[in-house]
């Protein structure tokens, strides 16, 4: 018996084996729209319908969105969710888009956000550029502020 008939063989048995163990196999397969890159599922949480935002045609509802993402910082686990869609943000062609992005940013943890302000030094707009230098600098004056009332509190 060749390699290729006892292969065959094997995978027959298995699908006899799988169809006669409780039942049909096929029906304990996920749905294909909830397998991750086949399907589709839409996200209809907040973050979700944001990133949507992100990608529309109109650049006024993407600064919007950006916008948005930039007040939703309350805990840093939303510091680090907005980070993420102002990342994506940041990639955008509208430059008005990308300067809001660093803004939105500036008012983020800089341990967080730092990786996003980093990529955007390399813009090919200067004014986006120097909008992360202004960001950081401000970014150091609420640390170091922060640093002198702790000091001046003891």
């Given at each position: 018996?060749?390699?290729?008939?006892?292969?065959?063989?094997?995978?027959?048995?298995?699908?006899?084996?799988?169809?006669?163990?409780?039942?049909?196999?096929i029906r304990r397969v996920p749905p294909i729209r909830f397998i991750p890159g086949i399907g589709h599922q839409t996200d209809y949480s907040m973050?979700?319908?944001?990133?949507?935002?992100?990608?529309?045609?109109?650049?006024?509802?993407?600064?919007?969105?950006?916008?948005?993402?930039?007040?939703?910082?309350?805990?840093?686990?939303?510091?680090?969710?907005?980070?993420?869609?102002?990342?994506?943000?940041?990639?955008?062609?509208?430059?008005?888009?990308?300067?809001?992005?660093?803004?939105?940013?500036?008012?983020?943890?800089?341990?967080?956000?730092?990786?996003?302000?980093?990529?955007?030094?390399?813009?090919?707009?200067?004014?986006?550029?120097?909008?992360?230098?202004?960001?950081?600098?401000?970014?150091?004056q609420r640390q170091s502020n922060q640093l002198g009332q702790v000091a001046g509190g003891q």
């Amino acid at each position: 018996m060749n390699p290729k008939m006892k292969k065959a063989i094997w995978i027959g048995l298995a699908c006899l084996w799988m169809l006669s163990t409780s039942g049909c196999f096929i029906r304990r397969v996920p749905p294909i729209r909830f397998i991750p890159g086949i399907g589709h599922q839409t996200d209809y949480s907040m973050e979700g319908i944001v990133r949507r935002a992100l990608k529309d045609k109109n650049p006024t509802v993407r600064m919007e969105a950006v916008k948005l993402l930039g007040t939703m910082i309350a805990t840093p686990d939303e510091q680090v969710r907005s980070a993420s869609g102002l990342g994506q943000a940041l990639k955008d062609k509208e430059r008005n888009i990308r300067l809001e992005a660093v803004r939105a940013l500036g008012k983020i943890d800089p341990a967080i956000s730092g990786p996003y302000l980093s990529s955007a030094l390399t813009d090919e707009d200067v004014l986006v550029r120097v909008q992360v230098i202004q960001e950081l600098r401000k970014a150091y004056q609420r640390q170091s502020n922060q640093l002198g009332q702790v000091a001046g509190g003891q």
